[in-house]
Structures are given as structure tokens and as C-alpha cells.
């Protein structure tokens, strides 16, 4: 069965200050990696996704993740944090196949403070 | 492109009473989800259908709820009878079955109050 955790509930940072949201797989078949953002009173939206190639995938607004296959991780990142970044991040993974289900971690609320 | 609609976008009931949420995926979109969530639970997969057939319905909590998709673009998520503890935002997810089908597009929630 696969799982995934996010290591932070909560995550509080100042403006313009890094961040790094954390997130373990656990899986016995290969996977696709995804985060997806929740902004308030929204629905969930993609914000970047592994499916092969390079490790390392970046979303259109700065956040960066990289895949780990020996540590089984797949940690988002930005070097410089906005005020609009202020939202629920979820982590999800998939089998690798035609299972079209996700399995989701239970997210990590970040909050940007000016 | 609408993307995924939902509707009604709030619901209050009372305890007891039939609840049915109602979900467009995006034209073209084959694969259907329903997911709940909630601040103790997070975001729970009750449902998803492919080619308009239920595939996996491990997630649906009990008899009360059933969902159904009687043709591509529309399905519904009913609770009979409801009761407070399905207060939740309840979302519908569609994907495609081309390049991309591993992402998810969700609708904007229906969030449910039952008093």
C-alpha cells in the first residue's frame, strides 16, 4: 500500500524568506509525484508534478521540488516567499500506471507574514 | 474552458434530511473523483468513476451515501438521511484519459452544513 506525510502541519515564514515543505513516500511500485495548492475557500490546482526524467520539477510561480527516489521524498521549495503564498500545500502520489487514484498526504498550511 | 462545476456552492440541512451535491467535469474529461474534506480528516477520495462506471468506492463512509453518473457530464454525491458529522467541503475532481490524465482539475467545493 502506499502513504505519504507531510513532516509539517503548520509552517510559519516571513515575506521574501526561503521555505521548504516537507514530504515522504512510501511505495513498492514506481509513482508520480505531485503538489497540489489550496488557496482559501478554493479548490485544489496543480502546482507541479513528477512523472520521469529530471529530478527536479518547478512550478510557473518559484516553487521548486525534487525527487529522491533513495530517500523517498519529494520536498517543494522557494527560495523567496510572497504574501499570495500564503495557502494549504498537498502532497499526492500515484502509481505509475492506469490507476487513475491519488493517494494524499494531509497537508501543510503555510503562512507568510509580512 | 468553465472547468469543473459544482453546485450549490453552500447547503445547510437540517438533520435528517436529503442532500444532493452535483458535479460537471470539464468537456472531454473521462475520469471522475469525489473527494470530502475536513480539518480532523483531511482530504478523503469517497468515489471515482471511469467512462462513467464506479471503479473504486472503498472511500464511501456508509449506506447513506451513494453516487452516481448517469452519462459523461454529470454526476451526483447524495447523503439520505444526512447528519451533522457529514459537515465538510465537499469536492469533485475530473481528468482526462490523454496526455495529462495524471492531473486532477477540482471544482470549487461545496461546503455542507447539517444542523
Known amino acids: 500500500a502506499q502513504s505519504v506525510t507531510q513532516l509539517d502541519s503548520q509552517v510559519p515564514v516571513f515575506e521574501e524568506a526561503p521555505v521548504e515543505l516537507r514530504c515522504n513516500y512510501s511505495?513498492?511500485?514506481?509513482?508520480?509525484l505531485f503538489w497540489y495548492v489550496q488557496y482559501p475557500n478554493q479548490g485544489l490546482q496543480l502546482l507541479l508534478k513528477y512523472l520521469s526524467g529530471s529530478t527536479l520539477v518547478e512550478s510557473i510561480n518559484g516553487f521548486e521540488a525534487e525527487f529522491n527516489k533513495s530517500q523517498t521524498s519529494f520536498h517543494l521549495r522557494k527560495p523567496s516567499v510572497h504574501i499570495s503564498d500564503t495557502a494549504e500545500y498537498f502532497c499526492a502520489v500515484k502509481n505509475a500506471g492506469n490507476n487513475r487514484k491519488l493517494i494524499w498526504g494531509l497537508g501543510t498550511s503555510l503562512a507568510v507574514n509580512p | 474552458d468553465a472547468g469543473v462545476i459544482q453546485s450549490p456552492r453552500h447547503e445547510v440541512t437540517e438533520m435528517g434530511q436529503e442532500v444532493t451535491l452535483r458535479c460537471k467535469p470539464i468537456?472531454?474529461?473521462?475520469?471522475l473523483f469525489w473527494y470530502r474534506q475536513t480539518m480532523m480528516r483531511g482530504l478523503e477520495l469517497l468515489i471515482y468513476?471511469?467512462?462513467?462506471?464506479?471503479?473504486?468506492d472503498s472511500g464511501m463512509p456508509e449506506d447513506r451515501f451513494s453516487a452516481k453518473m448517469p452519462n459523461a457530464s454529470f454526476s451526483t454525491l447524495k447523503i439520505q438521511p444526512s447528519e451533522p458529522r457529514d459537515s465538510a467541503v465537499y469536492f469533485c475532481a475530473s481528468t482526462s484519459s490523454g496526455t495529462g490524465a495524471d492531473t486532477q482539475y477540482f471544482g470549487p467545493g461545496t461546503r455542507l452544513t447539517v444542523l
Open positions: 511505495s513498492s511500485v514506481s509513482v508520480y
Open positions: 468513476f471511469n467512462n462513467n462506471v464506479p471503479i473504486d
Open positions: 468537456s472531454g474529461h473521462n475520469s
